[in-house]
């Protein structure tokens, strides 16, 4: 009786313990995939993660709607670009930029320059090539396109 009152002890001070208020459920809802990179410009927003899952929000994270971008490979940084436009980075050289529009989404792939997994830094310098994103990833990689486009 004395290793059941202290397991029952036990287990709810680990709750309370391990209980994080403030924090709200918003997963699996529309989704199950665990995430790996979110990114928000004022109330638009993407999460992305692995098997090409994608969520988008355009009210701040109330409510998600899941987009198919058409890839199995994992997604592994997003960056907004404005509140339309959303570039990715992922494995085996994963480059997309999604633009939101009336009927949808426009899903542009761009060909693989690399085969490494690309991590992270998908972000735009503001110079004399306005708009230009940079990728990041494995054994070193970095990769700039020419002009926003990849043309």
Known sequence: M???SFLAVLLFFSSIIFAQPGWHWQNPLPQGNPLYSINFLRDYGWAVGPKGAAVHTLDGGLTWQLVDLGIKENINSVYMHDDLMAFMAGDNG?????IECENGFEITHYPY???EDLHSGTSFVNDEVSGCPWAVGE???ILRSNDFWYS
């Open 2 to 4: 004395k290793k059941i």
């Open 94 to 98: 994963l480059l997309k930029l999604v």
């Open 113 to 115: 320059s690399t085969s």
């Open 139 to 141: 054994n070193g990689t």
